[in-house]
């Protein structure tokens, strides 16, 4: 479990492409605090394992499911990314709470500046859009970060000048695959609330057939 919160962004120092997976070994200095084999960590939003770490950096392996459905696949040796270690109790919660699991990918389409601000305009696949609302959470490189409009399939943000630096996304360019993670929030209510609703439609539907 993540909070959104990026501690830092690291960087790629070594890739290793084997038969069936993918080692990304990264440099950072606030990740490796505490930091175990086997712990989870979240590198541009998605929930990975340590498998090794020394005092500069920690290996990773991704396999192609991870690299299909995330932009992983697209690091080369010095790509910037964003590091979160795994929640701890006690600790704030400043973001929302994050799975690490990567729903989709959404896409730059548009950077205004405006002020010391940067917007940003993303395309998304329709269906995640349900899932997407104005002033709601949504994780992207698993920076959680605040939908400011949307449309049937885009929604922008806003970047504050602190995000700027801290995030992978301040300097990205138009085209940028950011990975998305939808509120698992919303994943709930629809499994819970949706077949209900999709019953109570189709009843409905019958009683509006059988009265006409």
Avoid: W
């Avoid at 070594?14 to 993918?22: N, P, Q, S, Y």
Wanted: proline content about 4%; hydrophobic content about 45%; aromatic content about 6%.
């Amino acid at each position: 479990m993540f909070t959104g919160i990026v501690e830092e962004l690291g960087e790629v120092v070594v890739l290793e492409k084997r038969e069936g997976a993918t080692c990304f070994t990264l440099g950072g200095k606030l990740a490796l605090g505490g930091i175990e084999i086997g712990h989870s960590i979240a590198v541009n939003g998605v929930c990975l394992t340590v498998i090794s770490f020394d005092q500069n950096s920690f290996t990773i392996e991704a396999v192609p499911e991870t690299l299909r459905r995330t932009n992983l696949g697209n690091l080369t040796v010095g790509s910037p990314v964003n590091l979160e270690r795994s929640a701890r109790a006690g600790a704030p919660v400043g973001g929302h709470y994050l799975q690490g699991h990567v729903d989709g990918i959404a896409t730059v389409t548009r950077i205004e500046p405006e002020g010391e601000a940067l917007n940003f305009y993303f395309k998304v696949a329709p269906e995640f859009m349900p899932y997407i609302v104005p002033k709601g959470f949504v994780a992207l490189d698993g920076a959680s970060l605040t939908v400011v409009t949307t449309t049937p399939d885009t929604f922008s943000l806003t970047l504050i000048p602190h995000s700027q630096k801290m995030l992978v996304m301040g300097n990205v360019q138009v085209g940028y695959r950011a990975n998305l993670e939808v509120d698992v929030m919303g994943k709930y209510l629809e499994n819970i609330a949706g077949a209900r609703i999709a019953a109570l439609e189709a009843r409905i539907a019958e009683l509006e057939r059988k009265l006409t």
